[in-house]
């Protein structure tokens, strides 16, 4: 488990009423934030805990869990090598910064044993919420751990498929199909398609969608064409290497993620071959380097800046206004026509 951010103790020298002076509202008012309690519009809520935060406020400690507010918060990443991965902390590090917020970071690798001793040790830190990108689609037992501790959390692209929460991520189903359809309007009929590991439900939504596009138009994708992989470029040279010392190797890749397409790309050059003129290859995240004029990658663009920012939003409704309903948030996807596709070169803006 890797710390990022750990939070410094604050003062304890302001009081509830100094507060509830710098609010404008009621020491009871103050009270009812920092105890959880009803009765306080949502508005109020954040703007009292942002102001105790900003003047060292800090409620005397009490026995847990009542809903004193640590104002510190989760967030649960497969790595922090994935550029999607680093986007999404530094976006969510300075917006929950503006809310009087501490952030506690932590990897898991993809691994479920450690996602679970990550929650338990969130829970046992009393954070206030957590955001969590590395569920395993199977494996609720991190979810559980939060539940019972009644800790809020939002699961970030990837989702579970037993437990409900509140959700935020793309249309994954649409995106992949877009991009499927983008590469067949090629002409191409020897495809290939590499995705993240498939106990992630946002990298299996993107097969099943690649593989059904494909299919409605006549392709096949089956076998050693569909490859599950790590989500970086290490997984993609490795699924490359695989794919083209095979007997046929596919004339293009359908990558579900930018990271994966690179490695892919980094391989197909390494023995001689061009992208896109002996294969094309796409990629499906949109990062910022994937689009820059070096690379140029087809790709579909997921807004990190924005599923970040809803993510602690839902984060922070939870908090200061506890509720029973969840929310599913759909981000909007867009596709990058770049030249790996085999797409003439076109102009366009590698900003989010």
């Known amino acids: 488990m890797n710390d990022i951010a750990v939070p410094a103790a604050p003062a304890k020298t302001v009081s509830a009423a100094a507060v509830a002076r710098a609010c404008g ?4 008012t103050v009270s009812y934030v920092m105890n959880g309690q009803g009765g306080v519009s949502a508005e109020t809520r954040r703007r009292v805990i942002k102001t105790a935060s900003e003047l060292g406020y800090r409620p005397a400690a009490g026995p ?3 809903p004193l507010l640590t104002r510190v918060v989760g967030l649960i990443l497969p790595n922090i090598g994935n550029p999607m991965y680093t986007g999404w902390a530094e976006r969510i590090i300075s917006i929950t910064r503006e809310q009087g917020f501490d952030v506690f970071v932590a990897t898991t690798d993809d691994d479920p044993d450690t996602l679970a001793q990550v929650a338990g040790t969130l829970a046992a830190r009393n954070v206030d919420g957590v955001i969590i990108a590395a569920l395993m689609r199977e494996d609720l037992r991190a979810l559980r751990v939060l539940r019972q501790k009644r800790i809020p959390f939002v699961c970030l692209s990837r989702s579970a498929d037993q437990l409900h929460g509140d959700f935020v991520g793309i249309d994954f189903d649409a995106a992949a199909t877009l991009l499927m359809e983008h590469v067949l309007s090629h002409g191409y009929r020897d495809i290939a398609t590499v995705i993240g590991p498939r106990f992630s439900t946002a990298s299996l939504v993107r097969e099943e969608a690649f593989v059904r ?3 409605a138009a006549g392709v096949a994708v089956r076998g050693a064409r569909k490859i599950s992989t790590r989500l970086d470029s ?18 293009a890749v359908v990558c579900g993620s930018d990271e994966i397409a690179i490695g892919i790309m980094e391989h197909a050059m390494s023995v001689g071959l061009r992208i896109p003129e002996d294969l094309a290859v796409v ?5 910022p380097h994937s689009r820059s004029a070096l690379i ?4 579909v663009i997921q807004p990190i800046n924005v599923m970040a920012e809803r993510s602690f939003e839902l984060l922070l409704d939870q908090i200061t206004a506890p509720r029973s309903t969840y929310h599913h948030v759909i981000c909007e996807h867009r596709l990058h026509i770049g030249r790996t596709c085999g797409c003439p070169p076109v102009r366009q803006d590698s900003t989010e």
Do not use: E, F
């Open 283 to 287: 990629g499906g995240d949109g990062l």
């Open 296 to 299: 140029n990658l087809t790709t």
């Open 234 to 251: 290490a997984g993609g040279r490795a699924a490359a290497k695989s794919l083209l010392s095979s007997a046929k190797p596919p004339r």
């Open 64 to 66: 847990r869990r009542d």
């Open 213 to 215: 596009t494909a299919a």
């Open 25 to 28: 509202v009621s020491k009871a």
